[in-house]
Structures are given as C-alpha cells and as structure tokens.
T-cell receptor
C-alpha cells in the first residue's frame, strides 16, 4: 500500500521567507511525528500528534516553527522567517498508534535549503 | 530526558565480515529499543527492535543485544553485503502511552566489495 509521502521533495528559499512542508501519513495511522535531520546528524524530534490529543511541541526549536494536523490526516510544518540554520531534511513519520507500541514509518523527507 | 549515544560514527568492513554498532542510553525507564536503516535519499526504515524483557533478538543476519544493567544495546550484522551499506540509527523509548523516541546520531556503514 501507499507509504508516507512528503512534499515538496526539495525546497530552496531565501532567508526571511516562510515555507510550508506537507506530510501525508499512511491511512489509519493515528500518530504523526516531525523530525529534523541536519547534514550528517541524527534525527531531532520536533513535534508529535496523536489523534485528537494536544500535540507534543516540546521539540520545536523556536516560535518560528509551527505545525498543524487536521484529524488523522495531512499535517503541515510551517517555518516562518527562515534562517540559514533551518537548512536540513525534514522527515515525517506515522504509526498506527503512538509511543513505543508501534513502528514508525518514515517518508522520504523534504530537503530545505535556505540561501 | 533520555540521551542516546551511538558509536562508531563511521564503520568500514569487508564484504562477508561482521559489523557491530553500539549504543548507550541514560534513562533506566526506557524499555523499547528500535534500530533503523536509512539508505541514501530515503527515510529511515525499522529493521529490528528489542524490548527490555529479552536480552537478545535475531532476524537472519541481524541481531540485537540488550544489557539493561549497563544500559547499552548493540546491533550485529553478520556476513555483510554491499546492500547493507547505509546509515544505521539506534533509538530508545519508554512505555505507557506516548513516549518520545530518542535517536542516536547514526553510524554510516560502508561494506567494501
């Protein structure tokens, strides 16, 4: 079946512009995660959605970052007033249920370059 | 919060040899330890996981071991093949409802034909 998809696959933007990244999770998956992966680095947790519960935003690095998810469907990650240090691959993952009880399925990521 | 350290950061082995990647974690409450493989240009994919009620788990050429007392766990790949070349991430998580999964920094494995 269809996996997690993300769009765009690549995004080049000028410093100071806003960007919006999209994630389409696997149908039926109640949990959705956003991670940031800087070049040669590990996975940095950003935000987690679980059903209708309040999202865990503890990983968002600044108030320029925000994310929304409508129900158990699409999620968007928005970065306002982008900075060069925002350049990274942004990965989205979904799982059937949350926490350690279910495998996370990752999308291919969006590579963001801020010039 | 949880802190996961992973080493080595890079590893080169000859085809057919074994590869071992080691991780340590800080939170004694963590009890779920997945390993992910990330190929170039793709998202990570779960390859094996282990829970704290077992000390070892094996799946064909891949095995994971867990030492809860020492708070470390390892990935073992035997008879390595060129297609094993990738970045491998270890991770740790607690249980009970939502628990954030904390990832290691990753190990870039190169299998030389």
């Amino acid at each position: 079946g269809a996996g997690v998809s993300q769009s765009p696959s690549n995004k080049v933007t000028e410093k100071g512009k806003d960007v919006e990244l999209r994630c389409d999770p696997i149908s039926g998956h109640t949990a959705l995660y956003w991670y940031r992966q800087r070049l040669g680095q590990g996975l940095e947790f950003l935000i987690y959605f679980q059903g209708n519960s309040a999202p865990d935003k503890s990983g968002l690095p600044s108030d320029r970052f925000s994310a929304e998810r409508t129900g158990e469907s699409v999620s968007t990650l928005t970065i306002q007033r982008t900075q060069q240090e925002d350049s990274a691959v942004y990965l989205c993952a979904s799982s059937l249920v949350g926490g350690s009880k279910s495998e996370q399925y990752f999308g291919p990521g969006t590579r963001l370059t801020v010039t | 919060g949880e802190n996961v350290e992973q080493h080595p950061s890079t590893l080169s082995v000859q085809e057919g040899d074994s590869a071992v990647i080691k991780c340590t974690y800080s939170d004694s409450a963590s009890n779920y330890f997945p390993w992910y493989k990330q190929e170039l240009g793709k998202g990570p994919q779960l390859i094996i996981d282990i829970r704290s009620n077992v000390g070892e788990k094996k799946d064909q050429r891949i095995a994971v071991t867990l030492n809860k007392t020492a708070k470390h766990f390892s990935l073992h790949i035997t008879e390595t093949q060129p297609e094993d070349s990738a970045v491998y991430f270890c991770a740790a998580s607690g249980s009970g409802g939502y628990q954030k999964v904390t990832f290691g920094i990753g190990t870039k494995l190169q299998v030389i034909p």
